[in-house]
């Protein structure tokens, strides 16, 4: 199966024992947790800022301050809610906000999670000593004008690796397979996610390591950002199935300025390409209509679907040429196979009103020829039986459709 995950992310001052729970309580209280929203995660404040490892056992050690009954009592309190949690580490020797990371300590650090009864962990990767200085060419980030595998460079010409190589030989996975290694020693099960920013081709060797990888730097809560990252991950699509995501960054609906059709875009992609879906955002800041785009359980039921794990895929880029790169114009027009049906999405990048046509012989699987029922996955609407589907789509929005048996022969 998938991944259903909440992210639970406060900033130091405000991440607390009784705000992490008090969190967990509205996963249940708002429907979140019944659509499948079950993991509540902490951000790397949970852990000492002065001395972050006990000097004779080496184990790390939480914040007394914030949770002073520790953390084993936290995931009691959240598994007898139901729900499971998860925990932050890094690869490096410290973590981005400069507390003990985990490198060199994997196996004492696996084990102290298991302890505390952790179901989830996130590497980060921090703070790399000179000696993992990462091989020749790992230092080079995705260049996201060209990306890699698509007649594209790295930033940096003169770290181009040899044809030769195999980005599965990368001190990236050396290093990030030690977690792996360690967490599979134990006696229970610890869903290990990086976020190696999409460093060393990530995509080639993540599910050799983990559940899911960070294929960027980290998402901002603003449209250009968001454009940017599903252009760059269209490219990459054939490395997700089941128990295998690029992990696109959290969802930033109900924060920065979004408008309600960008929010409608943000999450339908996200859920169609079948990245882990965790929510960032405060959830008593979430208005109605926010959280109704969050609780979209037909787009939930295709991310999470039992039977077919490969995501929707671009059939037709629509403004550019099909399989062209650009990072302010992705593909247009997406469909994927679901246990119900076919989901088909039409995005409009435009800031105007724009007419879209949805042909199901485009469809990748879908015979031309037939009317199909369909259903519109926002607005809940029957359609009918249609031969093909034909909508108004506003500035920033996408629609989705869901495609289901044949109504009539040719």
Known sequence: ??????????????????NFIRTAEQLIELGLSELGYEYVNMDEWWSAAEIGRDNKTLRLRHN???????????????????????????????????????????????????????????????????TWAQDLWNGCHPDYDRPWGQNGTCADMTRQPPEWWNWKWSSQK??????????????????????NWGQAHVEQWGNETAVSWRMTDDIDANWVRIIEILAYNTFYLNYVDFWGHNDMDMLQIGN?????????????????????????????????????????KDLIDFNQDPIFGKPATPYKWGTNPDWTYNKTFLAEFYAGQSSQGFLVLMFNPFNNTEFKVANWGEVPGLPGGFSYWVKNMWSGEDI???????????????????????????
């Open 64 to 130: 007394e301050e914030t949770f002073p009954g520790g953390l084993k009592s936290v995931a009691d309190d959240v598994h007898e809610l139901g729900l499971k949690i998860g925990i932050y580490a890094d690869s490096g020797t410290y973590t981005c906000g400069k507390r003990s990371g985990s490198l060199y300590y994997e196996e004492i650090d696996a084990m102290t999670w298991d302890e505390w009864c952790m179901d989830y962990v996130k590497v980060d990767n921090c703070n790399i000593p000179e």
């Open 174 to 195: 050396v290093r990030h397979d030690r977690m792996r290694d360690a967490l599979a020693k134990l006696n229970r099960t610890i869903v290990l996610s990086i976020c």
């Open 256 to 296: 920065g300025n979004l408008s309600l059709a960008e929010a409608r875009t943000h999450f339908s992609l996200w859920a169609a390409l079948k990245s882990p879906l965790l929510i960032s955002t405060p959830l008593e800041d979430l208005s109605e209509r926010e959280l109704a785009i969050l609780k979209n």
């Open 384 to 410: 009918g039986c249609m031969e093909r589907v034909s909508m108004q789509v506003g500035p920033h929005d996408t629609a989705v459709l869901l495609v289901g048996g044949k109504c009539s022969a040719p």
């Open 1 to 18: 199966m998938f991944l259903w995950l909440a992210s639970l992310l406060f900033a130091s001052s405000a991440l607390t024992r009784d």
